[in-house]
């Protein structure tokens, strides 16, 4: 069983920063592909970012390359998401996902993940 919790959301203007975090609760958890996904309102939940279990390799959705980072510190049981120069587009419910199988890749589908986070509110105004 692995338990996720997400913190950082909130409200920010167009361009400005935020900062996600996302703490496991799991015996393995540097085993774990990591991967973030949001969902805005009337849409489908779309992949974000993910990292590797090693933490070497990341993979990110077109709409964010350049703009936002994920890292992960395997001492810590943790996964942040920086998320740099925001757009009102960005406004959604951010979810943070496991994948235990340790696949070599990093998925981006959400049926490849077996854990989920509650989710944390990320709105940008214009």
């Known amino acids: 069983q692995v338990q996720l919790v997400e913190s950082g959301g909130g409200l920010v203007q167009a361009g400005g920063s935020l900062r996600l975090s996302c703490a496991a609760a799991?015996?393995?958890?540097?085993?774990?592909?990591m991967g973030w996904f949001r969902q805005a309102p009337g849409k489908d939940r779309e992949f974000v970012a993910g990292?590797?279990?090693?933490?070497?390799?990341?993979y990110y959705a077109d709409s964010v390359k350049g703009r936002f980072t994920i890292s992960r510190d395997n001492a810590k049981n943790t996964v942040l998401l920086q998320m740099n120069s925001l757009k009102p587009e960005d406004t959604a419910v951010y979810y943070c996902?496991?994948?235990?199988?340790?696949?070599?890749?990093?998925?981006?589908?959400?049926?490849?993940?077996?854990?989920w986070g509650q989710g944390t509110q990320v709105t940008v105004s214009s």
């Open positions: 996902a496991a994948d235990t199988s340790h696949a070599i890749f990093i998925p981006a589908v959400i049926g490849r993940y077996d854990y």
């Open positions: 799991g015996r393995r958890f540097s085993t774990y592909n």
């Open positions: 990292i590797a279990w090693s933490g070497g390799r990341t």
